[in-house]
């Protein structure tokens, strides 16, 4: 298990920051700012990072996690306990895909987080890919224009929790919910 702290945390990790007020700053002292202006400031529990962008940022990937609807390019600020930090590759199979179809959501965690139940896991560019696949379906219904069903939540149900649970092709799951075999 690797161990995180200020001075490793930015090299190729995986981490959910939640987003708290921006008043939580006010007495702390600002650590380091980085060239695309993101700043962050230490704590033995963890670190804050005040950013107008979160996802990709250089060889790591941190998504916050926000209590309202953000749009990129706004100031927001997150915080992650160092035990949030999880070691980050493009190649190893590190990554599981939860839905949330009450939100109509999709978004990947690492296998090293406390949801991990033994999901299947991709690497980062399989995961983006299904990810992109399971949104088709959260938000369009043109996936399912040729297939025939009495139920249409059903079917969608059923080829949300295919894609995510295995590696079957898109096309070849449509042939499958139709004809029922795999």
């Not at 007020?21 to 202006?37: F, I, P, R």
């Not at 962050?40 to 979160?54: A, I, M, P, Q």
């Not at 990810?131 to 149900?157: A, H």
């Amino acid at each position: 298990m690797n161990s995180f702290t200020k001075f490793n945390f930015h090299k190729h990790t995986f981490c959910l920051f939640q987003q708290v007020e921006s008043s939580v700053l006010l007495n702390l002292k600002l650590g380091y700012k980085s060239a695309s202006g993101s700043a962050y400031y230490f704590t033995e529990l963890g670190v804050y990072r005040k950013s107008n962008h979160w996802g990709r940022a250089a060889n790591c990937r941190w998504r916050l996690i926000t209590n309202t609807n953000y749009k990129n390019q706004t100031e927001i600020v997150g915080f992650a306990h160092w035990t949030d930090f999880y070691p980050n590759n493009e190649t190893e199979k590190l990554f599981f895909i939860e839905i949330n179809e009450a939100k109509n959501e999709v978004h990947f965690n690492h296998k090293n987080h406390p949801n991990y139940a033994h999901q299947i896991v991709r690497n980062a560019s399989d995961t983006a890919k299904r990810i992109k696949e399971i949104k088709i379906v959260l938000q369009d219904t043109s996936w399912s224009k040729y297939l025939i069903f009495d139920d249409f939540e059903e079917i969608k149900r059923k080829m949300l929790t295919e894609l995510s649970n295995t590696n079957e092709s898109f096309v070849n799951l449509k042939k499958i919910l139709q004809h029922g075999k795999k």
